[in-house]
């Protein structure tokens, strides 16, 4: 059945299907079967055509008010933990050790993991030496976010000194081919922690520390989704983020 709705839409504001089709990066032919033969692109993609037009989504696509079943996003969904306090440190190393194209991580500042495992920086590098591209990014300790997020865990000016201490672990890569490292002022409102097509997740809630916010473990899916969502988020923070040099 023809989405008339779409078509009137388009036709008022002028719409071709090839210039609504570059619009939002699909193939003209994509958007011609959303018009003619009533198909639903797939949510991100709606949003991005729905802003183009001026128009609400659901308007358009009326199918996208359900929402989706467990089993819809259960693919991607490798482990939840109630609280990071519950992984052991394996699962992160394991999954770091195991990459072989890329390594992300965004944090505040994560020290447990130099902690926990004080080889981080050889694995890291080896990863590295291997042809993966890593890239770190830590707060600012200096930013105005990372004061609130001190202020929210009720630890004071502790995430401060955490930031730079964890600055000061990855210090030492700061050079290695492959490797860059970067301090950031967003608001983080997960901590994220990739390696190839895994993911942790380490959701912030409002006065807990990251340690007893759950966590979420991804693996991709070929059709992408929640792990997209997260590995988009991080290149946002990178592009705005301040890389560290080499001292002296």
Same mark, same amino acid.
């Given at each position: 059945?023809?989405?008339?709705?779409?078509?009137?839409?388009?036709?008022?504001?002028?719409?071709?299907?090839?210039?609504?089709?570059?619009?939002?990066?699909?193939?003209?032919?994509?958007?011609?079967?959303?018009?003619?033969?009533?198909?639903?692109?797939?949510?991100?993609?709606a949003a991005q055509a729905a802003e183009?037009?001026?128009?609400?989504?659901?308007?358009? !696509?009326?199918?996208?008010?359900?929402?989706?079943?467990?089993?819809?996003?259960?693919?991607?969904?490798?482990?939840?933990?109630?609280?990071?306090?519950?992984?052991?440190?394996?699962? /992160?190393?394991d999954m770091l050790a195991q990459a072989?194209?890329?390594?992300?991580?965004?944090?505040?500042?994560?020290? /447990?993991?130099?902690?926990?495992?004080?080889?981080?920086?050889?694995?890291?590098?080896?990863?590295?030496?291997?042809?993966?591209?890593?890239?770190?990014?830590?707060?600012?300790?200096?930013?105005?976010?990372?004061?609130?997020?001190?202020?929210?865990?009720? /630890?004071?000016?502790?995430?401060?000194?955490?930031?730079?201490?964890?600055?000061?672990?990855?210090?030492?890569?700061?050079?290695?081919?492959?490797?860059?490292?970067?301090?950031?002022?967003?608001?983080?409102?997960?901590?994220?922690?990739?390696?190839?097509?895994?993911?942790?997740?380490?959701?912030?809630? !409002?006065?807990?520390?990251?340690?007893?916010?759950?966590? !979420?473990?991804?693996?991709?899916?070929?059709?992408?989704?929640? /792990?997209?969502?997260?590995?988009?988020?991080?290149?946002a923070v990178w592009a705005t983020a301040?890389?560290?040099?080499?001292?002296?």
């Open positions: 059945m023809p989405n008339e709705r779409l078509r009137t839409v388009m036709a008022a504001g002028g719409w071709t299907h090839a210039a609504l089709a570059k619009a939002v990066e699909v193939d003209p032919k994509s958007v011609e079967r959303w018009v003619n033969l009533g198909r639903t692109p797939r949510r991100a993609t183009a037009l001026g128009e609400d989504v659901h308007a358009l !696509w009326p199918a996208l008010r359900q929402a989706r079943s467990a089993r819809a996003i259960s693919p991607e969904l490798v482990a939840l933990y109630e609280q990071r306090a519950d992984l052991p440190i394996s699962t /992160f190393v072989r194209e890329q390594i992300d991580v965004l944090v505040y500042a994560a020290v /447990f993991l130099h902690e926990a495992y004080p080889r981080l920086n050889d694995l890291l590098r080896e990863r590295a030496a291997e042809g993966c591209t890593v890239r770190i990014a830590v707060g600012d300790a200096d930013s105005e976010n990372v004061h609130a997020r001190g202020q929210e865990e009720k /630890f004071g000016h502790g995430i401060e000194s955490r930031c730079r201490l964890a600055l000061m672990h990855y210090r030492p890569l700061i050079g290695t081919p492959n490797i860059a490292v970067r301090t950031h002022g967003t608001t983080l409102y997960n901590s994220l922690y990739r390696a190839d097509d895994q993911q942790l997740v380490n959701a912030h809630v !409002w006065g807990v520390n990251a340690y007893g916010a759950p966590v !979420w473990h991804l693996r991709r899916s070929r059709e992408g989704g929640l /792990f997209d969502t997260y590995a988009a988020s991080f290149n301040t890389p560290v040099h080499q001292e002296g």
